[in-house]
């Protein structure tokens, strides 16, 4: 990493409040160029709810004063009811946020300071409300940068997978919101005498977002709000549609390309749920700034970067690696494609099997222990480990060994000619690389709730003795397999915490020789003929001087025990989002967060997931702390959901409330 100490603007950083159609005030800090020379510039926007004053403080110093230094006035905006801002916040993405979003677009072009042209930029959250916002077409928003987002709500977020209620995340962020939209403003910013009566109102207004997410069990007008794969045609800004393949959101980087009628570009690493130029696991990283400059100079001043001369998508492709749960650096290569769906793709079929017996799936209830987490953030224990246990407590279809090398690029599907003997069942297929040795790395992956199997917005129960074929999408995947390697598929039908498992334990009939892998075959032989993808060394504005403290008993990150005389099995996961730091100003933040998975092996209606959170905030002698759970548990008929938050200032309690709702399960 290179630290850029000065530039050739001067910049000022200030905090101002920016109005809202309804009056509602958002917080909002601005870098932008004050040199004697300063004429108007473009203005880029982040805008999110996850706290400028201090759990994105760190990031943001690295990223806005580099973009104004470079010319830009770069903004970065709490959302209402969240940070600093006034207001509550009472969902993701809801029409509040979106509007309060164009609110913000529009005063920023207004400013003398600004050329009237903005651009909005994110990660996750700031990502997908950049799509979102573009998608409602304020005229001054001329481009996006939309990093690790999604264009589905439904079937590529935190809620769902496959129709399946997506159980690690589903609980663990809705656990995970519970404990953020909890947190007071900062005196500091709007003053000693409004920040606990503000507080108090987000308190008052706290309802768990998990009774919201699973009342919508179907793909419905819930979902279909916010999602832009339900009009590509609804933006019209430039889009530059980022992911990495270690991130669960990469198949909307495909599908962008493919569907936008606006200006589009596509590039795709191998990273976790980070910017591509943190130099987290795993790398390599790029020089992200420098090539989202190239984007904001060509489309918001009219500079000729050459960054449309860049191919449609640009994508990694991994070499083949032993299983590991890390990876510093992955090897591979940078290819690019002019077109998506790609002429240099082509579909391979390969049957499961020749025999005409058919195969019994039948998995135990914690198989998916080893699926890794689903939201890599660079950590140690990120990805899946050797899939040999998994692959044990699946039915496996294995290729002869490869005589040459087969790369592949894009979203690998499956086909199956299978029975359910339960009217209610999921099946979740895996691909692996199997090295010689007997290793098994996880390739991709996907997920069918087979109530889902016509369609996500219908629940369509499985009628058993009846064979029926379905197919479904794998996650996108760039990776070469080696010659005298197999190609692995492992069929299941239990995937915990991933899937939360339907009430009954059945199992399914598959039969091979009516089923198939298909395989995206990626030609690599004009590659040659085309210039080489490069980027350059990563580059930030100089980090923040944030102490971070290292537990005096640090925790494992993920462990699983096993009860032999219960059969109970659990996952204990520190989703070590931070941990504890202080900040220059002498604001000390203090964050301590558990995640538990409990399931027996024959027993379904034993899943239990809960999720803890402790947050404490102190400075010259304000002290706010914040303690929150949240809990989901099933019977047959319905979820049910326990949830409380108790919250106090200097010692006292502001706040200390409790829910249990339950709610019918109709598809998951």
């Excluded at 770069?74 to 509550?88: A, F, I, K, N």
């Excluded at 979106?98 to 300071?113: F, S």
């Excluded at 769902?160 to 910013?189: C, E, K, N, Q």
């Excluded at 090398?405 to 692996?432: K, M, N, Q, Y």
């Amino acid at each position: 990493m290179r630290y850029r100490e000065s530039f050739d603007r001067e910049v000022r950083v200030e905090d101002v409040w920016i109005p809202t159609r309804d009056g509602t005030r958002l917080h909002a800090r601005i870098w932008r160029p004050v040199d004697a020379a300063a004429a108007p510039v473009p203005a880029l926007l982040e805008y999110l709810p996850y706290r400028k004053s201090d759990w994105t403080a760190p990031r943001d110093a690295q990223r806005h004063p580099w973009y104004a230094g470079h010319g830009y006035a770069s903004v970065r905006v709490d959302l209402r009811g969240s940070g600093d801002s006034e207001g509550v916040m009472r969902d993701e993405y809801d029409a509040t946020e979106l509007a309060d979003g164009v609110d913000v677009v529009n005063w920023l072009a207004e400013q003398p300071w600004c050329t009237g042209k903005v651009g909005m930029f994110g990660i996750s959250w700031g990502g997908f409300n950049s799509l979102q916002i573009a998608a409602l077409r304020p005229e001054p928003l001329k481009a996006i940068v939309t990093v690790c987002s999604a264009d589905d709500r439904y079937d590529n977020d935190v809620h769902y997978i496959g129709g399946a209620v997506l159980g690690i995340d589903m609980l663990a962020w809705a656990g995970t919101m519970l404990a953020f939209t909890a947190r007071p403003p900062h005196p500091t910013s709007v003053g000693e005498d409004r920040w606990l009566p503000m507080w108090r109102e987000r308190l008052d207004a706290l309802e768990p977002y998990l009774h919201t997410w699973l009342a919508h069990q179907e793909r419905d007008a819930y979902w279909r709000h916010g999602s832009v794969c339900e009009d590509y045609a609804a933006v019209d800004a430039a889009v530059l549609a980022v992911g990495g393949w270690a991130d669960p959101y990469r198949d909307t980087v495909l599908r962008l390309v493919e569907h936008l009628d606006a200006p589009v570009r596509g590039l795709i690493g191998p990273w976790s749920h980070q910017y591509p130029d943190r130099g987290l696991p795993p790398g390599p990283a790029i020089g992200f700034l420098q090539e989202t400059l190239r984007w904001w100079d060509h489309w918001l001043k009219d500079d000729d970067t050459g960054v449309m001369d860049e191919p449609l998508l640009r994508a990694w492709i991994n070499d083949p690696v032993p299983p590991a749960t890390s990876y510093d650096t992955m090897p591979g290569r940078w290819v690019g494609d002019d077109a998506w769906p790609a002429p240099s793709v082509t579909w391979e079929t390969r049957p499961l099997g020749g025999g005409t017996e058919p195969v019994i799936v039948r998995s135990p209830a914690h198989t998916g222990l080893d699926a890794g987490r689903y939201f890599p953030f660079g950590n140690a224990t990120d990805l899946p480990p050797d899939q040999r246990e998994e692959d044990g407590r699946s039915v496996c279809f294995d290729s002869a060994p490869l005589e040459e090398r087969v790369e592949i690029l894009g979203r690998p599907r499956v086909r199956l000619r299978l029975d359910s003997a339960t009217r209610r069942a999921h099946v979740i297929a895996r691909v692996c690389d199997v090295a010689p040795d007997g290793s098994s790395t996880l390739v991709t992956r996907g997920v069918l709730n087979l109530m889902s199997r016509h369609g996500r917005d219908k629940a369509v129960e499985w009628e058993p003795g009846r064979d029926e074929d379905v197919e479904f999408e794998l996650n996108g995947t760039g990776y070469a397999f080696p010659p005298g390697h197999r190609v692995r598929v492992a069929v299941s039908d239990a995937y915990w915490p991933w899937v939360w498992p339907h009430g009954e334990r059945g199992q399914l009939t598959v039969r091979p020789a009516e089923s198939a892998l298909l395989l995206p075959v990626r030609d690599p032989s004009g590659d040659a003929s085309r210039a080489p993808i490069v980027f350059e060394e990563p580059e930030q504005a100089p980090p923040l001087a944030v102490t971070v403290e290292t537990p005096a008993e640090p925790r494992p990150e993920r462990v699983v025990t096993h009860d032999v005389a219960t059969g109970e099995w659990v996952l204990d996961v520190d989703p070590n989002y931070g941990g504890s730091r202080t900040y220059p100003d002498g604001l000390r933040y203090e964050e301590s967060a558990r995640e538990t998975y409990r399931i027996r092996s024959g027993d379904p209606l034993s899943a239990v997931a809960s999720s803890r959170w402790t947050i404490r905030l102190r400075r010259d002698g304000w002290d706010a702390e914040i303690h929150t759970t949240t809990e989901l548990r099933a019977t047959a008929e319905e979820f049910i959901m326990d949830s409380s938050v108790e919250a106090r200032a200097n010692g006292e309690t502001v706040a200390n409330r409790a829910w249990q709702h339950t709610i019918p399960r109709t598809s998951a």
